[in-house]
């Protein structure tokens, strides 16, 4: 069974620019969920999408956006990029539903912004 | 959740030692735990999970244990060899909530 897939794998950017992050999760899985990691603050968490709708969301800035479509992909997209946004940002997908099952990530897309 | 802290805590431990390693949760009402192993260029990978109706849960060479006492995590990792060099993160949620990771350690098997 294939993992969880995001491309691109690293992205260049400038500030003010925006970008879109994929995410492809484990066949099956309903719930995607997204989060920045950095060196100074660890894993944080973005937010979690279920059957398209977003289910629970972090403490980040409406810059911050995502979607996920029917066929359970999901997309993130950060708008007027800052430097501080350079990061790893990671995908991960779960079966889903109400009770607790263990998230499987992707390798990341590492995002600089110059 | 987890406090964030600046710097990762390390543990060196010789090749063919046991490695234990350590994780403080501050909600009372958490009830799901997973450990992670990150390598470098990688995304976290799913070591072992344990519900908080268990105290302990045995896996291929890792054993975790769950304190809900006094709100701790451990891994324990046996015969450690220099594949298990990596950074590993505790992470706990409640009633299928976000996640809220730890800072991680970072851990060197020594040949």
């Known amino acids: 069974k294939a993992g969880v897939t995001q491309t691109p794998r690293y992205l260049i950017k400038t500030r003010g620019q925006q970008v879109t992050l994929s995410c492809s999760p484990i066949s099956g899985h309903r719930s995607v969920s997204w989060y920045q990691q950095t060196p100074g603050q660890g894993l944080q968490f973005l937010f979690e999408?279920?059957?398209?709708?977003?289910?629970n969301k972090g403490n980040f800035p409406g810059r911050f956006s995502g979607r996920q479509f029917s066929n359970s992909r999901s997309e993130m997209n950060v708008s007027t990029l800052e430097l501080g946004d350079s990061a790893l940002y990671l995908c991960?997908?779960?079966?889903?539903?109400?009770?607790?099952?263990?998230?499987?990530f992707g390798d990341g897309t590492r995002l600089s912004i110059l | 959740g987890e406090s964030v802290g600046l710097h990762l805590p390390t543990l060196s431990v010789q090749e063919g030692d046991n490695s234990i390693i350590n994780c403080a949760y501050s909600n009372s009402a958490s009830d799901y735990f997973i450990w992670y192993k990150q390598e470098s260029g990688k995304g976290p990978q799913f070591i072992i999970d344990?519900?908080?109706?268990?105290d302990k849960r045995q896996g291929q060479r890792v054993t975790v244990l769950l304190n809900k006492t006094v709100k701790h995590l451990s891994l324990q990792i046996a015969a450690t060899q220099p594949g298990d060099s990596a950074v590993y993160f505790c992470?706990?949620?409640?009633?299928?909530?976000?996640?809220?990771f730890g800072t991680g350690t970072s851990l060197t098997v020594i040949p």
């Open positions: 344990i519900r908080s109706n268990m």
């Open positions: 991960a997908s779960s079966l889903g539903g109400m009770s607790n099952q263990p998230q499987h």
């Open positions: 999408y279920f059957s398209e709708t977003q289910r």
């Open positions: 992470a706990e949620t409640t009633a299928g909530n976000q996640f809220y």
